[in-house]
């Protein structure tokens, strides 16, 4: 298993729009950020008339046998209190759970998040498993926001965000056995794939290319195994536009520009000096790259 590329896409639906160029705190883009992933409590979300969720599942096959163990970490940001609304990772998981087990009896992990600068966010994690057959399993993975909040219809959603699970999505690994692909299962699982029912996520191999001991459901539609493109210079946060242009439109930015993003968010102020030194060659990377060139064979 590669961790290092699952982790590196992994922290790139983190921060999915976690600030958005020009990456200025007054900007208008940056007035309403956190759209993917976000698990509100359920009193807020019982008042939005289906347009915010408190829950999101996973359900994924596995191929093994019931010692077949699997390990399930949910990760997503909490929103600190403030104008610009800084956020820190968290993290809840399943460690070194048996499918067999799981058919038998769920597990569930609390998840208690908060700190003195942070609300405290309650929630579950809870994993089962269902076989389907001989040696293939259905898991499922439910995550809920179950914290409680007072006079929900009269905070706005940014006065939510600190008591959400923001840009929360899944990594799942598996030994002993092996993932199935649902964007595109071996015909002699399709109709099991068709089995699995997926909420707010959706889940896609990840890793080196054919491995299938590793999967990220992701609130962001990806395919089986998305990577992050090498020529990247680092996080830009912004997945709307490629790295060349944002890189270019960071450079015209006006010094009272930069300044206010020096002034702002920490991960703001690093993309501005990031790209402030940025080797010429480099940026002639971002111009464009060829891969996966195969010659065409000639007609007969």
């Known amino acids: 298993m590669n961790l290092e590329s699952v982790e590196r896409l992994a922290n790139a639906i983190l921060y999915e729009g976690y600030m958005l160029y020009p990456y200025r705190p007054s900007s208008v883009k940056n007035r309403r950020r956190f759209n993917f992933g976000v698990l509100v409590p359920p009193a807020y979300s019982a008042i939005q008339s289906g347009s915010e969720t408190s ?99 009269q905070l706005s959603r940014d006065e939510v965000l600190p008591y959400s699970l923001v840009a929360a999505h899944t990594i799942l690994t598996v030994r002993e056995g092996e993932f199935v692909s649902l964007t595109d299962p071996p015909d002699a699982f399709r109709d099991a794939a068709s089995q699995c029912q997926n909420i707010g996520v959706w889940p896609v191999l990840v890793g080196e290319p054919d491995a299938r001991d590793a999967m990220l459901s992701s609130p962001i539609i990806l395919y089986d195994y998305a990577q992050v493109a090498p020529e990247s210079p680092g996080d830009l946060f912004d997945g709307a536009e490629i790295d060349e242009i944002l890189t270019l439109r960071i450079m015209t930015l006006t010094d009272e520009e930069k300044q206010e993003v020096r002034n702002g968010d920490a991960r703001a102020r690093h993309i501005l000096e990031r790209t402030e030194m940025l080797p010429d060659e480099h940026l002639m990377k971002l111009h464009g790259a060829l891969r996966g060139l195969r010659p065409v064979e000639e007609s007969k």
């Open 55 to 153: 829950a999101m599942r996973t359900e994924c096959l596995v191929r093994g046998r019931s010692q077949t163990t699997v390990d399930v970490r949910v990760r997503f940001l909490q929103v600190m209190p403030g104008s610009w609304q800084e956020a820190v990772e968290r993290e809840v998981s399943l460690l070194g759970c048996r499918l067999g087990d799981l058919v038998s009896q769920p597990r569930a992990a609390e998840l208690l998040a908060g700190e003195s600068a942070c609300p405290t966010i309650e929630g579950t994690l809870t994993l089962s498993a269902r076989r389907l057959g001989d040696g293939l399993f259905l898991l499922s993975a439910h995550v809920m926001n179950r914290t409680s909040l007072d006079s929900a219809e």
